[in-house]
């Protein structure tokens, strides 16, 4: 009576589970390959913007670019006040009582908002303590946006696209012929 280690199959089926052993490495080194190649150039073929991570997620793209919402309906501040301003977690219940109320995030903010308690928003823009700027001013002079804080209809996260220091204001001024006072932003 023969062994089953000299039978036929046994041979075979050790053949088959070398090979298939030798296919798993092949795949797991073209899989590990793929990713070192790809994920360096990724950024070069997909151009997400990918700013800070906040507290609550909030798409920019999705509110200001899909639904097209402009930037004075939640930063209403920005029309008449020095500063932009984080909106209210009251602005995001005007519309998230009714849409998508059971959205992770938006659970997340409702909780916020009925225990009210603030949300920890991350700064994502930083002026110089000895820089006065004004947003009213800008927007009443029809500045957009996007001029100084990049295409935000297509960010999910705010990221800061302009380093705001002394010559990214100067240049901009320049190029609309308005005046470069020192004392305007300086005082």
């Known amino acids: 009576m023969s062994s089953y280690l000299e039978s036929p199959d046994f041979e075979e089926n050790l053949k088959r589970s070398r090979h298939n ?18 994920v360096p150039f990724y950024s070069i073929f997909y151009d997400a913007v990918i700013g800070l991570e906040q507290p609550i997620p909030f798409s920019h793209r999705v509110h200001a670019g899909k639904k097209q919402i402009s930037c004075l309906v939640c930063h209403t501040d920005a029309t008449f006040s020095d500063k932009a301003g984080v909106p209210p977690i009251q602005t995001c219940m005007l519309c998230h009582t009714k849409i998508i109320t059971q959205f992770p995030p938006i659970v997340d903010l409702k909780k916020h908002y009925y225990s009210n308690e603030p949300v920890l928003w991350v700064k994502v823009s930083q002026m110089p303590d000895y820089a006065y700027f004004s ?26 696209v302009n380093q705001f220091n002394m010559s990214f204001c100067l240049d901009c001024h320049r190029s609309r012929k308005v005046p ?8």
Do not use: P, Q, W
């Not at 052993?21 to 790809?38: D, G, H, Q, Y």
């Not at 470069?180 to 005082?187: K, L, N």
């Open 135 to 160: 947003h009213r001013v800008h927007i009443n002079k029809g500045i957009d946006c996007g001029d100084c804080h990049g295409n935000v209809r297509e960010m999910d996260r705010i990221e800061e």
């Open 180 to 187: 470069i006072d020192c004392y305007a932003c300086h005082r």
């Open 21 to 38: 052993r030798r296919l798993e490495r092949t795949l797991a080194f073209i899989a590990i390959l793929s990713v070192l190649v790809v």
